[in-house]
């Protein structure tokens, strides 16, 4: 089946392809409602080394770097990820979903804290809850072994909470799928009424054997021997005496018009004869 025979299968079944479109645009239609556009805003922290360690630094704990620092990083990240810390946030009004992870391809302990939801608002609001509870957590961590102030562990924030923008990409496959889906159920539907109310051939005959060969009687042809004419004899005679010469076979139907001995020709000798000298 060709392109063309699959339009005009369509075409005279569209009144099964056009429900089927209908139904399918409501299906696409549904998922816009059931699955809504989110919004993702995003902020990154660093962690800073104490105060008394970047005396040698002159105080810049930019210059001062520790390996235990990306350490501290990812146990405070695995903190905020916890469900204690989802339930504190959610009771200080935060909503949506939230994550905390160590920032890809960071050469530092580098945090980056994430909300995701479907308001755009409450998102921007619920990251800056994230990223001020983020610093709590961090200064708790560090009361409870009684660590002194100055060398304490700090925080600060590299790029502050970002405008949400708009997550399309999860809703737009959903609605894709649910288009194929719905196509191709109405493609089958179409196709399956064509093979119900399609008529069917009558089944072929079945193959006579082949009947036996009739006898055909064999017509025996009667062979007659020519003489040849009396003028000729005379010269058959010496030919003859050499060598005897055979009847010559002919068919019983030969042609009425060819002389068959001397009688037929009144007497007259052919004039292609040769006469004897």
């Not at 569209?14 to 556009?37: D, E, I, K, N, Q």
């Not at 704990?61 to 504190?88: C, I, K, V, Y």
């Amino acid at each position: 089946m060709d392109l063309a025979e699959i339009f005009r299968v369509m075409r005279r079944r569209w009144y099964v392809l056009l429900p089927g479109l209908l139904l399918t645009a409501g299906l696409v239609f549904g998922v816009t409602r059931v699955v809504h556009v989110t919004y993702q805003s995003q902020s990154t922290v660093v962690l800073l080394n104490s105060q008394k360690a970047t005396l040698a630094y002159d105080g810049n704990p930019f210059l001062s770097t520790q390996t235990s620092l990306t350490g501290m990083a990812d146990s405070l990240a695995r903190n905020l990820n916890s469900d204690d810390s989802l339930r504190e946030l959610k009771s200080r009004g935060a909503k949506g979903t939230f994550e905390a992870k160590l920032a890809d391809n960071a050469q530092g302990p580098l945090l980056w804290l994430t909300v995701t939801g479907t308001d755009k608002a409450s998102v921007l609001s619920s990251d800056k809850i994230l990223t001020a509870y983020a610093k709590e957590r961090l200064e708790e961590f560090q009361q409870d072994q009684s660590v002194a102030s100055k060398a304490m562990i700090r925080m600060t924030t590299i790029v502050a909470p970002q405008t949400p923008v708009a997550q399309t990409k999860t809703r737009l496959e959903y609605m894709i799928m649910a288009g194929g889906a719905g196509l191709v159920l109405s493609l089958v539907a179409v196709f399956y009424v064509e093979a119900r109310r399609r008529p069917r051939q009558p089944d072929a005959p079945a193959e006579e054997e082949p009947e036996s060969a009739i006898d055909v009687p064999v017509v025996e042809e009667t062979l007659a021997i020519r003489r040849p004419p009396s003028w000729s004899q005379s010269t058959g005679n010496e030919r003859t005496a050499a060598q005897p010469e055979e009847p010559r076979p002919v068919m019983a139907g030969a042609s009425a018009a060819e002389p068959r001995d001397e009688e037929s020709t009144h007497g007259h000798r052919p004039r292609t004869g040769q006469r004897d000298r």
